[in-house]
Nanobody
């Protein structure tokens, strides 16, 4: 039973910073990728940032230069440092992980989401 738990969301003024965390727990053989998605009200869910276990990263064009994804492998935790936040960053942010569990089975998991609201 793998679970992903996000934290760190909240209300921040435009130009401010916020750091999101997502911790994976359970019996985990390895983690292939840990990613951050977001979904604004009435909009499609989009990939914000992705990170492989080899520390390869990718970002949505809208957040390049402002957001940084990182991972603490010992804690099975992925972070999203968000700087220079803009109102258009307002959304529910979801952690997603591609995890190999017992028996070398690959499973994809989603966190419950954490709300980020950026005021103008």
């Amino acid at each position: 039973q793998v679970q992903l738990v996000e934290s760190g969301g909240g209300l921040v003024q435009a130009g401010g910073s916020l750091r999101l965390s997502c911790a994976a727990s359970g019996i985990i053989f390895s983690i292939n990728t840990m990613d951050w998605y977001r979904q604004a009200a009435g909009k499609q869910r989009e990939l914000v940032a992705g990170l492989t276990n080899g520390d390869r990263t990718n970002y949505a064009d809208s957040v390049k230069g402002r957001f940084t994804i990182s991972r603490d492998n010992a804690k099975n935790t992925v972070y999203l440092q968000m700087n220079d936040l803009k109102p258009e960053d307002t959304a529910v942010y979801y952690c997603n992980a591609d995890i190999v569990i017992g028996g070398y089975q690959r499973r994809n998991y989603w966190g419950q989401g954490t709300q980020v609201t950026v005021s103008s």
